[in-house]
């Protein structure tokens, strides 16, 4: 091998172990970044020595898919489970202590008192003021629920910004990869940036992805609809200023396609804004149809009857009156136009002894003919058919026939079993996002510990070629030695 040869080596190795170091530590430096890839030198052999050919990025395509999907579960069932919490203390206040079914249990126990003294004017006003709370909560669920919805509107519209920008951040960072490709660049840092990307738009719609032709990506939504495409494709919505029962909130659209949106306590929303549009006008929609339903039941148990008259609205009332509101059918916001009869309540001048005899709504309707002050029979009637059966719509998510004091209960029992299995189920999502995570973080993450065994082995190596580049020099020195 002539001297020439030998130093070849030693500068092309020097070289070749430069880059290598640089890479290294690189991936030692970014060791901590979950959106970095490990950077692997491929050296191949020259004439002579060896050089650092190409710089490759570690992946793992059917791991980040799975992580992708993985994301969106979680994301879209977090958003339902946290809204679920936020509803249970703004509707059912804390232990359900605010809840329509606890202020008519605390109603059913003031009506058996004052059915066992009849006299006691006292007793009666305590009626007035327990169905005053059980109005109170009926119409104080309604104001926050369709509070609620407002807010979750005013999310949604901030995801779809959000969603946006995204998308807008992707179209720069795709570009860069494509002209990158296209010119043979080192595009790593790209790449990590759009997968990096990738993640985050995964968390407000579920995404699937195709690689074309210099690395150019095009991403989809799970029902197909083109997300991203050399371009993004709009995602828009248009929020409300304010809800009322009954109204449907707008849809999500994606490149003009409407996002559906997640049904169920185990959601098979993929994404944030799947989530947020079932809180939105699906359990909201639901809850606020049962408290419809429990006001329905109240204003018909309280109903003041009359031979060939028809049943007229006796202690709760509401905009409709004096009708009684159609059995089996679900009124649209009566939770929150449900009221105390101004004819019985005493802070408003009525007077509390008509129900204990009936005729509020005018003398027909009058049952203590007789004017006893002992009479009780009215609020014992009232306080069975508290217990009584009667038919509910099925449209409120309960089917049943029960009593309305039954019903409220039931409604409470709906709710927490929704948000159990929400619960449930965020966590065994996020255990699986994590899960999907570490695993992809260990095939295409740094592990410091290898990075500087490698280290120490590019010491090594560069130790050598410069024991090569010494003795190179030493034998030429002597040579030039020799020739002076």
């Known amino acids: 091998m002539s001297l020439s040869s030998a130093l070849s080596i030693a500068q092309s190795s020097l070289q070749t172990t430069s880059r290598q170091t640089a890479v290294v530590?690189?991936?030692v430096a970014d060791a901590s970044n979950p959106d970095y890839a490990r950077r692997i030198v491929h050296v191949v052999s020259t004439d002579p020595g060896a050089r650092a050919a190409q710089i490759q990025r570690a992946t793992n395509d059917q791991l980040f898919r799975q992580n992708l999907g993985a994301l969106s579960a979680w994301a879209g069932?977090?958003?339902?489970?946290?809204?679920?919490?936020q509803l249970d203390l703004a509707v059912n206040g804390v232990d359900n202590a605010s809840s329509a079914s606890a202020a008519i249990g605390d109603l059913q126990q003031a009506l058996?008192?004052?059915a066992t003294s009849p006299s006691n004017q006292n007793l009666g006003t305590a009626v007035i003021d327990a169905a005053r709370q059980v109005v109170r909560s009926l119409n104080d669920g309604t104001d926050a629920i369709q509070k609620f919805r407002t807010d979750t509107d005013g999310q949604i519209a901030t995801a779809v910004g959000e969603l946006n920008g995204l998308l807008a951040q992707f179209k720069d960072a795709n570009t860069a990869v494509v002209s990158g490709s296209r010119s043979g660049t080192d595009v790593s840092d790209a790449l990590d940036q759009r997968d990096a990307l990738l993640k985050k738009i995964a968390e407000y719609v579920p995404v699937s992805t195709v690689t074309r032709a210099d690395n150019d990506m095009v991403i989809t939504t799970a029902d197909g609809t083109t997300l991203f495409e050399t371009i993004p494709r709009s995602v828009s919505f248009q929020p409300q200023a304010g809800y009322t029962a009954g109204v449907q909130g707008n849809a999500v659209y994606i490149d003009n396609v409407p996002l559906a949106a997640g049904t169920g306590g185990n959601t098979?929303?993929?994404g944030k804004l799947a989530g947020l549009v079932q809180l939105r006008d699906g359990v909201t929609g639901t809850m606020q149809a049962q408290l419809d339903e429990i006001a329905r039941g109240l204003i018909t148990a309280f109903a003041e009857t009359a031979p060939a008259q028809p049943n007229a609205a006796g202690l709760f009332t509401w905009s409709g009156a004096p009708a009684i509101p159609a059995a089996g059918t679900?009124?649209?916001g009566l939770a929150g136009q449900i009221r105390i009869n101004s004819a019985m309540d005493p802070s408003a001048g009525g007077d509390v002894t008509l129900l204990r005899d009936g005729g509020a709504n005018?003398?027909?309707?009058?049952?203590n003919t007789t004017g006893g002050a002992s009479y009780a029979d009215l609020l014992i009637a009232y306080g069975n058919k508290l217990n009584e059966p009667m038919a509910f719509s099925p449209a409120a998510g309960i089917n049943a026939s029960v009593s309305v004091s039954a019903y409220s209960a039931s409604a409470i029992g709906w709710f927490e079993g929704v948000r159990k299995q929400a619960s449930t189920a965020a966590d065994a999502k996020e255990a699986l996002s994590t899960r999907t995570a570490e695993a992809l973080s260990n095939?295409?993450?740094?592990?410091?510990?290898?990075?500087?065994s490698l280290l120490l082995d590019l010491e090594h190596t560069?130790?050598?070629?410069?024991?090569?580049l010494t003795s190179v020099n030493q034998m030429l020195d002597s040579l030039m030695e020799a020739v002076r």
């Open 25 to 27: 530590s690189r991936n």
């Open 462 to 468: 560069y130790q050598a070629s410069a024991r090569i």
């Open 268 to 270: 098979d929303a993929g």
């Open 362 to 367: 005018g003398a027909a309707y009058m049952a």
């Open 443 to 452: 095939k295409t993450g740094v592990n410091v510990d290898t990075e500087l």
């Open 112 to 114: 058996q008192l004052y």
């Open 330 to 332: 679900l009124v649209n």
């Open 77 to 85: 069932q977090s958003a339902l489970y946290d809204g679920l919490d």
